[in-house]
């Protein structure tokens, strides 16, 4: 059996947006280009060829795949979390990929303003980075294959 490994992370496609993404991970994460809706896509490899992907039936952590950028005009603080408004934010948010799960964490979570783990807080200009775990012990089909990236306004 073989299948791609690829997770799209989609935004607006302006690196100078409000929350700013770039690749620090170059060897799994790759810039897309601004006509694409997937700004940054990470490839983990094929399955069944252990010489491009991860060895089967085994946890792969790759720390600081994702650079996540403060980049509001206003000067303040911005809120960063994964997951959706529908779903919950959190530090970590698992996406289902063709024989693995992945599990995206904040690299540095801290109490947000709801006074859980769910969010970084990123101070005017600064960043925090993303490390994701590839769990290939998994067998499934893996539909889910967008990460989701949330940040609000941490003044208030």
């Known amino acids: 059996m073989e299948a791609d490994r690829t997770v799209s992370v989609g935004t607006t496609g302006d690196g100078q947006a409000y929350l700013g993404v770039s690749v ?24 069944g060829n252990e010489s491009v992907g991860f060895n089967d039936d085994a946890t792969t952590y790759v720390n600081g795949i994702l650079e996540l950028t403060n980049n509001a005009a206003d000067g303040n603080s ?13 530090k970590s948010q698992t996406v289902s990929i063709a024989g693995a799960d992945v599990t995206f964490t904040l690299s540095d979570p801290d109490t947000g303003t709801d006074g859980d783990l769910a969010y970084a807080t990123v101070s005017d200009g600064g960043t925090t980075t993303v490390d994701a775990e590839i769990n290939t012990a998994v067998d499934n089909s893996g539909d ?6 949330y940040a609000d306004d941490g003044s208030s």
């Open 24 to 47: 620090t991970n170059s060897a799994y994460a790759v810039d897309g280009s601004s006509e694409s809706e997937a700004a940054v896509t990470i490839d983990l490899g094929d399955t």
């Open 78 to 90: 911005i809120e960063v979390s994964l997951g959706s408004a529908a779903n919950g934010h959190s």
């Open 144 to 149: 889910d294959e967008m990460l989701t990236l």
